[in-house]
């Protein structure tokens, strides 16, 4: 089945500094990947969507300055928190969907990044 | 997206089978059920989805009356491992044109020895 790979699947950082996750879609290509926050015993909070080549749409509330999202290939995006603070400590989950049409079409999660901000 | 409502939280017993009733009453007629499964600092696992009727894996079984306003997910003979956090989506459709999958607060299924 789909396998999606996300890295590092724990940071830690000092306030201030920027830190980069990727995630990548190991045996398929992902035209639309999504970024997830989910803070301690919360749910998982959407925080954008990309499609390959465009423009990440950002939900409301996250900004989209400080989230830098990439997704310039088929099988790879990335975030990038900037000027990370402890408040942006949280687990940051993504997820790929491959083409219409195809087994691929459905949603497969990575395993996750702890980032702690100290 | 058509909002969901479950439990909190759920206990059960090894070998115990264990029912998760989730509540979206606002469902459209193009939405699906889907439900995934999600251990402490993993990403989520899809475990099943379905229109209507029933449906059933290797894993688990899904009902969902003919009113689709509800579904159930079934686990037979719970383990510990089975311990996590099942999240209930509508809308999410594999072969549609719905995108974003939005997750409500999810039951927290405690196995106890």
């Known amino acids: 089945g789909a396998v999606v790979s996300q890295h590092p699947s724990w940071v830690i950082c000092k306030s201030g500094t920027s830190v980069k996750i990727e995630c990548r879609s190991l045996?398929?290509?992902?035209?639309?990947m999504f970024w997830y926050r989910q803070f301690p015993k919360q749910s998982l909070m959407l925080m954008a969507t990309s499609n390959e080549g465009s423009k990440a749409t950002y939900e409301q509330g996250v900004e989209k300055d400080k989230f830098l999202i990439n997704h310039a290939s088929l099988t790879l995006s990335t975030l990038t928190v900037t000027s990370a603070h402890p408040e942006d400590s949280s687990f940051y989950i993504c997820?790929?969907?491959?083409?219409?049409?195809?087994?691929?079409?459905?949603?497969?999660f990575g395993s996750g990044t702890r980032l702690t901000v100290v | 997206l058509a909002k969901t409502t479950q439990p909190i939280s759920m206990d059960s017993y090894e070998g115990q089978e264990v029912n998760i009733t989730c509540s979206h009453n606002n469902i459209a007629t193009n939405d699906y059920i889907t439900w995934y499964q999600q251990f402490p600092s993993q990403g989520p696992r899809f475990i099943i989805q379905?229109?209507?009727t029933k449906v059933t894996n290797e894993v688990a079984s899904l009902f969902i009356p003919a009113d689709r306003k509800s579904s159930t997910l079934s686990l037979p003979r719970v383990s510990l491992s089975d311990t996590a956090v099942y999240y209930c989506l509508v809308g999410a459709h594999y072969g549609g044109a719905t995108n974003k999958l939005i997750f409500g607060t999810g039951t927290l299924l405690a196995v106890q020895p």
């Open positions: 379905g229109y209507k």
């Open positions: 045996d398929f290509q992902a035209t639309t």
């Open positions: 997820s790929a969907r491959g083409n219409r049409g195809t087994p691929d079409y459905g949603y497969t």
